[in-house]
């Protein structure tokens, strides 16, 4: 199995996936025509990468489409079915399209404007290939579409951490120039955070000129997690009591092998972290689903945090 098709397996795995599983069991799939199939015009996701498009398309091509597209149907005024419009797949379609296929594996569902939009912003917050800017602005719009703008809530009803919440609500409400940069360098959810709280507090604590100039000076390089922490302490000075207290000789280095902590393992002898998560289970059976999305949103962002620590294989066991 190519690199390419797992990547599409892992990233399939999505609370919208499992909010559908039930009901998929229970339905057929049909194969469409690829040109019968209209784009969802809510679609959260703005980029598509060419080359990525092109690997999923050699991957379907060689291997199939392992997780069929969700559409539903558009009827006209006399209710004849006269296309379908997506509800989640965008990518997958595209991928054929690029491939030359005329049919595509499908499943489809009845939902009204309302629902695909909920179902359309819920399937792209929780795939692992989503930008962190895209994954922001989903939040945002879901948030205000469906819960007032209430962010604790929003969290809740994703099955999300109520910091991530508040982290994904403060770089989707950044100044365009903030997330211009964002979008530039392709940051993180660590670095669009860090970007996005520095500029604004600057911002209210000097004023947006000083912002502005914070903002020239992190982006005139390649931007990373590191370099923002230096220019935001030369800003921000970190108390007494948030520094780092000085070490005293040289840290002891664990011996070779593997030794129990926090929960997960760490076999240094090969530089890999097993890293075991445990989130409290759901009060009853129809939040198993989310409950397992959640999970899986976890272990990206675990896997991620470490990655960008320095670790070179990162294993997520849940």
Request: hydrophobic share 40%; glycine share 6%.
């Amino acid at each position: 199995m190519s690199n390419n098709e797992k990547s599409e397996r892992r990233s399939s795995v999505s609370l919208l996936g499992l909010e559908l599983a039930g009901a998929a069991a229970a339905e057929r799939v049909v194969e469409l025509p690829v040109e019968q199939i209209r784009p969802n015009p809510e679609q959260p996701r703005r980029d598509f990468p060419a080359e990525s498009l092109r690997e999923l398309s050699d991957s379907i091509k060689d291997h199939g489409l392992q997780q069929p597209i969700i559409v539903r149907e558009v009827r006209d005024a006399q209710g004849a079915v006269i296309a379908h419009e997506l509800i989640a797949g965008e990518r997958r379609l595209r991928a054929h399209q690029i491939a030359g296929l005329k049919v595509v594996k499908a499943i489809v569902r009845r939902v009204d404007d309302v629902e695909l939009l909920r179902l359309a912003l819920v399937e792209n917050l929780h795939r692992e290939d989503l930008s962190a800017l895209d994954r922001a602005m989903s939040f945002c719009r879901f948030r205000d579409m469906f819960h007032k703008g209430n962010v604790e809530q929003a969290a809740v009803a994703l099955k999300v951490a109520r910091s991530v919440g508040f982290s994904l609500a403060k770089i989707g409400e950044a100044p365009e120039a903030v997330r211009q940069v964002i979008k530039r360098d392709d940051l993180d959810a660590r670095a669009s955070e860090l970007l996005a709280s520095t500029y604004g507090k600057l911002a209210k604590r000097d004023s947006d000129e000083a912002a502005q100039r914070f903002l020239g000076r992190a982006s005139a390089a390649p931007v990373t997690y590191a370099r923002l922490e230096e220019i935001r302490d030369e800003y921000f000075p970190p108390k007494a009591s948030e520094k780092p207290a000085p070490a005293k000789g040289k840290a002891a280095r664990p011996e070779a092998g593997t030794f129990q902590t926090g929960g997960g393992f760490w076999k240094n002898g090969k530089g890999t972290l097993f890293l075991k998560l445990e989130l409290p289970a759901g009060g009853d059976d129809k939040d198993d689903d989310a409950d397992r999305a959640a999970r899986q949103l976890a272990a990206g962002e675990a896997e991620r945090f470490f990655k960008e620590a320095g670790f070179r294989s990162v294993e997520i066991r849940l």
